[in-house]
């Protein structure tokens, strides 16, 4: 028996022997951090949608992103393969080729395989193309290229260029006699600048995005070209969970995964008009009440077509969250008693527990049981555990830091996962309810968002269960197994 099938049948309940197919909805934020919804205990907003699904399924308050940022997350979640181990797989610009080799196992390709329509809606941020992407022909390879059927994307962050949706291979909406082109290292054309021309700006940056302006907004890069091609921030959510809608609607007859990666609530926050004011928090906390709106909006979908009982829908975020990210929204002078990581210390890019334990929803009507549940899961599990759910065998050399945690996921074990690595600048070793934070020399705080960034030049301790914030390093008093987490992070960082 394999590694990921006897921990598979480690938990109180199993599968019967035929596979099961239910639909698979999986939402996936953007920096919304543990503390950041009302079913996880904010007040200063509420996530009435979100809320639903807590109350009708699991919530989990020990599930974790694999790294504190977003590429490297979404890059595990996809292969099942800690993104530390391959080079390149950091936050990528927006023209950058795609990080996922076509013809490897993805969780994507894996239910493809099982029988199911497969389709990705919103952020990407995986690459795309081979290098030098013409914006203007055909760009491939990308989601189509590695399991997906259908895709409509921001190719990569909303704060990035090129500012245009990609649907499967091209642009949209683009004029050919107006092409696009886009630079990361210098300025193209005559195009405005948010460094050169703060005077064309509704969003000001705080640091750095002061280059191509699109929509009133400067972002990270150049671009010219594209003008009818150009997204408006305000209706994105709209345009995202409309095309998300759409792809359940077409798929409702069969089987289908779907990808649902909000912009929402990664900066720029420029939320619609009718979610503007709707918190006390300012446009990141209005920011949430439209994400949920949008969770709302695919539940009600899967009521309206009586696909809900036989429906799980996931929801978690990429990473911990960050205040200010770049931008002058008000984010932190209207933060009030707000805390975005709830106990937890650290947030976005942080090594602490804030960089990578985040909110995990999971609700299928009948099957998974409601409740709480503090297994230890990650979000690179999700590949070994929905094969097994579907009855897909997976290459030995496939997904090979995922493991089968699919009755915790299911809510028939309170077990998950004995062991997770956990990454930002450097690797953390959590076990049980011990977590070493490996040494290294990077800095104690990133200055442009104010985040504790948990780095320090000797190797730290904490029991994590007694002290949720990280406040009480014991790497002094218990020598012997700071030692011992060290020598089990090198075994896992050699493959072994």
């Not at 197919?21 to 979100?50: E, Q, W």
């Not at 994105?236 to 069969?254: C, H, R, W, Y």
């Not at 050399?397 to 996962?417: C, E, F, H, I, Q």
Request: aromatic fraction near 6%; include cysteine; charged fraction near 25%.
């Amino acid at each position: 028996m394999n590694r990921r099938a006897f921990l598979g049948l480690c938990g109180a309940g199993l599968l019967s022997a035929e596979a099961a197919r239910p639909n698979i909805v999986l939402i996936y934020a953007d920096d919304i951090g543990y503390g950041d919804l009302s079913c996880y205990g904010a007040t200063a907003v509420k996530t009435p949608h979100l809320d639903r699904l807590a109350a009708e399924g699991l919530r989990f308050t020990d599930a974790h992103s694999s790294s504190a940022t977003c590429t490297p997350s979404r890059y595990s979640m996809m292969t099942g393969e800690y993104a530390w181990r391959k080079k390149g797989t950091g936050v990528l610009p927006g023209d950058a080729r795609l990080i996922i080799d076509p013809g490897r196992v993805t969780l994507p390709a894996m239910l493809q395989k099982a029988g199911y329509k497969t389709g990705v809606v919103g952020k990407w941020h995986l690459g795309l193309g081979t290098g030098n992407i013409d914006w203007n022909g055909e760009i491939k390879p990308g989601p189509l290229e590695i399991g997906f059927n259908k895709a409509f994307l921001l190719p990569a962050t909303g704060d990035r260029v090129p500012c245009v949706y990609v649907e499967d291979h091209r642009v949209v909406g683009l004029d050919p006699a107006d092409p696009i082109r886009v630079d990361y290292s210098k300025p193209i054309g005559n195009e405005p600048t948010g460094k050169k021309n703060p005077e064309l700006l509704k969003v000001h940056p705080s640091h750095g995005h002061d280059m191509a302006i699109v929509n009133g907004v400067s972002r990270i890069g150049y671009m010219t070209g594209g003008k009818k091609a150009l997204w408006v921030d305000e209706d994105m959510a709209d345009v995202l969970t409309g095309k998300a809608l759409e792809f359940i609607e077409k798929q409702k007859a069969e089987p289908f995964f779907l990808f649902f990666a909000t912009h929402d609530i990664h900066v720029p926050r420029v939320p619609h008009a009718r979610f503007a004011g709707k918190t006390s928090m300012g446009p990141r906390g209005d920011a949430i009440a439209e994400l949920d709106w949008c969770v709302g909006q695919v539940l009600r979908k899967l009521d309206a077509l009586g696909l809900t009982r036989n429906t799980l829908v996931l929801f978690s975020s990429d990473n911990g969250p960050v205040v200010d990210d770049g931008y002058k929204d008000d984010a932190v002078e209207k933060l009030g008693g707000h805390k975005p990581a709830g106990p937890l210390r650290g947030g976005k890019y942080s090594n602490f527990e804030g960089g990578t334990r985040v909110p995990l929803l999971a609700r299928w009507p009948g099957r998974v049981k409601p409740g709480v549940s503090g297994a230890l899961i990650g979000q690179q599990d999700l590949l070994a555990s929905l094969a097994r759910l579907t009855g897909q065998t997976l290459p030995g050399d496939a997904a090979p830091d995922s493991v089968d945690v699919l009755a915790a996921l299911l809510g028939d074990s309170r077990k998950g996962r004995s062991a997770i690595v956990e990454h930002a600048r450097a690797l953390s070793y959590r076990e049980g309810d011990w977590k070493m934070i490996e040494g290294n020399d990077g800095p104690a705080m990133n200055r442009g968002t104010n985040t504790e960034l948990g780095n320090a030049p000797a190797a730290q301790l904490f029991h994590v269960a007694k002290d949720r914030g990280e406040r009480v390093d014991l790497a002094v008093k218990y020598p012997e197994r700071v030692r011992a987490m060290e020598a089990a992070l090198e075994r896992v960082r050699a493959g072994r």
